[in-house]
């Protein structure tokens, strides 16, 4: 079994910072690309970044290009969402999911709510 556990969100202001944390156990973390997902209310989750299992190579949304960086620390056995410059159509729950093959999700986090004031 895995299990993870994402932190790190809150309310702030637009133009603000925030930066998310999911810890991972229960897994070899270090063999598997990380992604991070959000939904806003009334909206299908979406695709928000990605990581390879080495960190080499990363892959964002149009939405957060050039505002949003995903890391990973597999000597910790967690990944980061530092996002910057936040707008109000940022606010939602996100979530942290293992890929275990291309386009195939097979654990996710409970989700963190961030939410981004006007």
């Known amino acids: 079994q895995v299990q993870l556990v994402e932190s790190g969100g809150g309310l702030v202001q637009a133009g603000g910072s925030l930066r998310l944390s999911c810890t991972a156990s229960?897994?070899?973390?270090?063999?598997?690309?990380m992604d991070w997902f959000r939904q806003a209310p009334g909206k299908e989750r979406e695709f928000v970044a990605a990581?390879?299992?080495?960190?080499?190579?990363?892959n964002y949304a149009d939405s957060v290009k050039g505002r949003f960086t995903i890391s990973r620390n597999n000597a910790k056995n967690t990944v980061y969402l530092q996002m910057n410059s936040l707008k109000p159509e940022d606010t939602a729950v996100y979530y942290c999911?293992?890929?275990?093959?291309?386009?195939?999700?097979?654990?996710w986090g409970q989700g963190t709510q961030v939410t981004v004031s006007s």
């Open positions: 999911a293992t890929e275990a093959a291309p386009r195939v999700y097979d654990y």
């Open positions: 990581v390879t299992w080495s960190g080499g190579s990363t």
């Open positions: 229960g897994r070899t973390f270090r063999n598997y690309a």
